[in-house]
């Protein structure tokens, strides 16, 4: 199992950017892919989750301006940030847990210890 988040850079205030998390090694139909970021001195947070069966789950600091999609076919994970703030600086990485989370029967994945695959991080920092 292989993950790997990419597309980060620098970007001003107001700005957007798209990360890519491309996945390898299982079907990503059949698993939920958590997005978390971890700015520079503090824990790691989550950020989103993608379920395998379709529905979205996004942390309360970036609903309405962060979005995120699949597209299983090619094995990708995308995060798409909008209308970003300097408190949107830090390291972004894509996770996928061992066994599935399902929407209907799970709580929110939303701690490092739900996920078992971790993707390098990208970097963003948003500029004031």
């Known amino acids: 199992v292989q993950l790997q988040a990419s597309g980060g850079g620098l970007v001003e205030t107001g700005g957007s950017l798209r990360l890519s998390c491309a996945t390898s090694?299982?079907?990503?139909?059949?698993?939920?892919i958590g997005w978390f970021r971890q700015a520079p001195g503090k824990e790691r947070k989550v950020v989103g989750i993608?379920?395998?069966?379709?529905?979205?789950h996004l942390a309360d600091s970036v609903k309405g301006r962060f979005t995120i999609s699949r597209d299983n076919a090619n094995n990708m994970v995308y995060l798409q940030m909008n209308s970003l703030k300097p408190e949107d600086t830090a390291v972004y990485y894509c996770a996928a847990p061992e066994r599935n989370y399902y929407a209907d029967y799970d709580r929110f994945p939303c701690v490092e210890r739900d996920y078992d695959y971790w993707g390098q991080g990208t970097l963003v920092t948003v500029s004031s």
């Open positions: 993608a379920w395998s069966e379709g529905g979205r």
């Open positions: 090694g299982f079907t990503l139909d059949n698993y939920a």
